[in-house]
């Protein structure tokens, strides 16, 4: 009965093992991103450091994307997305000492936050080219929807317990378990056969070499002193970043040519940074239009993963059979629509209902995404295409800070009005662009 579901992606061991690691760090990720905001709104009343905090992990991936995107196709993915992995865990040890011996301030979170978008600048190409080779192309739609049941999961997990926990062991607590869960992560991973995920440990590039000495210079070379030697490795390390650099600028040509990736990419790169301000300014919403606590926050967080784990299994019941074009663009017009409403209400549980609405849409919307730019890319350039998809992540930074600005000018509900139409007018303009045409 579920073979024609996209549930038959478990049937692979090798994309089993993967969502098992996803599951343990999705919930550490979970609190690496919620925990710090509301920390950061502890130790400020800022709405611009708040954003700041988004800033702070998301501009290094816009930065440092492509060239995360170059070394996940020329190395082995999975031992990188291992030693990602295991430093997230250390961030995650280093913020709970803090906090525990109470020197944690504004800057060090920012600091944490700066280092964390270094490693998720490689580990998110690293990981989202994975997908596609764990199982049959057919099935892509599936594991990659499937694979967004762990981030709601972790969504519907972590506020159920971020009151509890933080009453019962304080922040610090919280923290030493994001660094437990990315440690089980991590042995997982290890599990999990190396060998169909090695990209080649030489450059992508190498049907136009760099230049490079010739016999006659090598023998010369080794009869030469230690200097020499040293000069002859600094040639190979240029060698080989001119052929990384090289390969770069080829995947951004191919998504040139590849006009509706590059629109989809555009696509959300504008929603990243006129459409993201819920969970930045959800600790603003908490304590200023409700008057709430950890336990309010909480509730919002929770409602958010709900609706996203509802969203997720919706996709995946419908498997192969979905449209993921039209989706995209129906889920886009709708996060807008629901971002007004979140802004014009003042009622907690119709925050909650429009709350759970975002949290399902938001994965339609991302998920489809994936999926179209999935489909459309070749297998030699999967990485460094999943790098530039980082740019959407990275116009957070950008845009964090714009609504955190707003909000502080004119209010967090003006930010999620504002945020709400622009989706909609990005939305409309994407699907009149490349995706009617897809």
Not at 304 to 324: A, D, N, Y
Not at 352 to 365: C, D, E, N, R, T
Not at 430 to 437: D, E, F, G, I, S
Request: aromatic fraction near 10%; charge should be positive; include cysteine.
């Amino acid at each position: 009965m579920l073979r024609r579901t996209g549930f038959a992606v478990f049937g692979y061991r090798e994309y089993r093992l993967f969502w098992i690691a996803a599951a343990f760090s999705n919930v550490g990720m979970w609190t690496l991103v919620y925990g710090r905001l509301w920390l950061m709104r502890s130790l400020t009343e800022s709405e611009i450091l708040l954003g700041s905090v988004t800033a702070a992990t998301m501009a290094p991936v816009m930065i440092f994307s492509v060239w995360g995107g170059v070394v996940a196709d020329t190395v082995n993915r999975l031992r990188l997305l291992r030693f990602t992995r295991f430093l997230f865990a250390i961030a995650g040890l280093v913020t709970a000492v803090l906090i525990a011996t109470d020197t944690i301030e504004a800057w060090h979170l920012l600091t944490i936050s700066a280092v964390t978008g270094v490693m998720l600048a490689f580990d998110i190409p690293t990981r989202g080219a994975m997908v596609a080779s764990l199982v049959p192309r057919e099935q892509l739609p599936s594991a990659i929807s499937l694979y967004s049941v762990v981030f709601g999961g972790a969504a519907i997990l972590g506020p159920s317990l971020f009151h509890p926990l933080v009453s019962a062991v304080g922040m610090e607590g919280l923290f030493f378990i994001v660094s437990a869960s990315y440690v089980l992560t991590v042995l997982t991973l290890l599990r999990m056969d190396h060998q169909p995920h090695f990209a080649g440990a030489t450059p992508l590039s190498q049907g136009n070499p760099s230049p490079s000495p010739s016999q006659g210079e090598i023998k010369r070379g080794s009869q030469q002193s230690k200097n020499t030697g040293g000069a002859r490795r600094g040639n190979r390390l240029l060698t080989t970043t001119r052929a990384r650099v090289r390969d770069m600028v080829e995947g951004i040509k191919f998504v040139r040519r590849e006009s509706a990736i590059a629109v989809i990419i555009g696509y959300g790169v504008i929603i990243g940074i006129v459409a993201t301000p819920l969970e930045t300014l959800l600790p603003v919403v908490t304590q200023e239009v409700y008057n709430g606590d950890t336990a309010t926050y909480g509730r919002l967080l929770l409602a958010i993963g709900i609706g996203g784990l509802v969203g997720t299994f919706g996709i995946t019941l419908i498997g192969t059979r979905s449209k993921p074009p039209l989706f995209l663009a129906l889920g886009g017009v709708a996060v807008g629509i629901c971002y007004i409403a979140f802004g014009a209400v003042d009622l907690f549980i119709f925050a909650l209902a429009i709350a759970g609405l975002l949290g399902g849409l938001s994965v339609v919307k991302g998920t489809m995404s994936t999926t179209v730019v999935q489909t459309l890319t070749s297998d030699t350039f999967r990485g460094r295409v999943m790098s530039l998809m980082n740019f959407t992540w990275g116009a957070q930074a950008l845009g964090a800070l714009v609504m955190g600005t707003l909000a502080q000018l004119w209010g967090a509900p003006f930010a999620f009005i504002v945020a709400g139409i622009a989706a909609i007018v990005a939305t409309l303009a994407v699907w009149q662009l490349a995706l009617r045409r897809i």
